[in-house]
């Protein structure tokens, strides 16, 4: 049987179903469940309770963080104020929460309190037959990427260190097949009792992560030691970092150039000649090379796209000033060639807007640009020691693009075919092919790897891991 993960939905259809569920009081799986009975059932009720516009979903922004969900158990202590604000905190970091109390924890914090600020419904029994119905428990422990026990009681862990499962927050974590992260709470002499000390060597050695707990006083008047819940930022930062671990950083210390986007040659103050590239390959390339620590800058034409964060771009309009900005961005380590650069500029560009006349049509005259990918290619003492062509091509794509290995002189060359029928040209995806010279032939014999079908960031990044291997050594999963 398919299941459905609702995080993965388009956000306007995410949030429909909440709006719609915490009207209903119910949790958003739940009300897909109604939403699907209905439709079943041929009801006539509007599936519309709430105007909520249709958005076309937005396409991830470059450096925006992946969605990630946490179920957060709070267990029965003085501390379970503070999971309020962690709550708030896992939300700000773009994580969802959904919340599981314990029967002590509603003796310090409300599951209404924990349903508004996480949004979601709050679960508080194994035996509650709206969400057990099908063995809601089991999905609370595997429908989310992490679980976060916080308080996590010297009870609660005692259960977990034996494999209890008698309500609701032990049966999560003992079906639950993800990462746990506990945060202790509780008076210094249960943390230093030697039940506890085994309790917590245990699961240690099950795996599961613990933060804190930190030294310093105790709610109980006069009392201080160790047994202090990790404050809420703290315990947010630790799930962030088991969510989303730190990136490899492979290209570290390098510099790499890239060009992106078309050229505009002017005709004359308000007309151009311009080709229909979008950038979108040549901004992932930055934005991919960039989270693999290198040094980005990136010279782009027009284009209606976002600066990559952390990216040197430099903005240019024509071709010569493209050369220019690339000439000034020497010494890299590797320069790539992903602009879709206007061969031929205008001679005779007009001082004035050129107007029509009874003469006829004012005749053009074209002068062929300059080659910037050849031109840094051939460079004796600045070029650097990777240099990478692109080659847009709408025929004989592996023959063209061969050919351009003699005419440009660079290393390797990555062959698009960008004929209408395929959707490269301003689409979201592309087919390529990457050239180079085989190792050790003298013949200028020529690779070529052909990769399947990829969003276009998953091309940058593919490609980032070859230059990486070519240039360091190291591949993004080794590196560190
Ligand atoms: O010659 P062609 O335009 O097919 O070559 C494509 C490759 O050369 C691309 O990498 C492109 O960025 C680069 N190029 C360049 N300057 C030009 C023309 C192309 O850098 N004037």
């Not at 992490?146 to 009870?155: M, R």
């Not at 992932?284 to 796209?305: F, H, K, R, Y």
């Not at 003699?406 to 092919?433: E, F, L, Q, Y």
């Amino acid at each position: 049987m398919a299941s459905l993960t609702i995080r993965k939905l388009d956000d306007a259809v995410k949030t429909y179903l909440r709006l719609r569920s915490a009207k209903n009081h119910r949790s958003v799986e739940e009300e897909v469940r109604v939403i699907l009975r209905e439709l079943i059932e041929g009801r006539e009720e509007p599936l519309t309770p709430f105007a909520v516009p249709y958005a076309a979903p937005t396409p991830q922004r470059t450096g925006a963080l992946p969605e990630a969900s946490v179920t957060l158990i709070i267990g029965g202590g003085i501390a379970a104020y503070k999971s309020l604000d962690l709550i708030r905190r896992l939300k700000e970091r773009r994580i969802e929460v959904r919340c599981v109390l314990t029967k002590a924890a509603q003796q310090f914090v409300t599951p209404l309190a924990a349903s508004a600020l996480s949004h979601e419904r709050v679960y508080t029994d194994l035996f509650d037959p709206q969400s057990e119905f099908d063995a809601g428990h089991i999905r609370l422990a595997r429908d989310c990427d992490l679980i976060v026990v916080a308080p996590a009681t010297a009870d609660l862990m005692a259960k977990m260190a034996n494999g209890h499962a008698d309500d609701l927050a032990s049966a999560i974590l003992l079906a639950t097949n993800r990462k746990v992260l506990l945060a202790p709470a509780m008076n210094p002499l249960m943390w230093s009792n030697a039940a506890t000390r085994r309790n917590v060597a245990q699961l240690q050695r099950d795996g599961v992560v613990l933060i804190g707990p930190n030294a310093g006083e105790m709610a109980e008047a006069g009392e201080a030691g160790t047994g202090r819940m990790s404050e809420a930022i703290e315990i947010a930062n630790a799930a962030e970092r088991l969510l989303r671990p730190p990136t490899p950083k492979p290209l570290a210390g390098k510099r790499v150039l890239i060009t992106a986007g078309p050229t505009h040659e002017a005709i004359d103050p308000v007309r151009y000649i311009a080709n229909r590239s979008s950038g979108k390959q040549g901004f992932a390339i930055a934005a991919a090379a960039q989270a693999a620590g290198a040094e980005v800058t990136l010279v782009s034409g027009p284009v209606d796209l976002d600066d990559p964060p952390g990216v040197t771009v430099k903005h240019v309009e024509s071709a010569r000033q493209m050369l220019e900005q690339v000439e000034a961005a020497l010494p890299a380590d590797v320069a790539i060639f992903a602009a879709a650069v206007a061969d031929w500029r205008v001679a005779n560009e007009g001082e004035q807007k050129l107007k029509k006349t009874a003469a006829g049509m004012p005749p053009l005259q074209l002068v062929e640009n300059p080659d910037i990918l050849a031109t840094i290619s051939k460079l004796t003492d600045k070029r650097p020691r990777l240099v990478i062509g692109f080659a847009a091509e709408t025929e004989h794509l592996i023959d063209n693009a061969k050919a351009k290995f003699a005419r440009k002189g660079c290393d390797w060359i990555v062959a698009n075919d960008v004929s209408p029928a395929t959707g490269v040209m301003g689409g979201d995806r592309n087919t390529v092919h990457l050239l180079s010279r085989k190792t050790g032939a003298q013949d200028g014999e020529i690779a070529v790897d052909s990769w399947p079908a990829m969003t276009k960031e998953q091309v940058a990044i593919e490609l980032v891991a070859q230059i990486a291997k070519s240039v360091t050594g190291k591949s993004l999963e080794s590196a560190s």
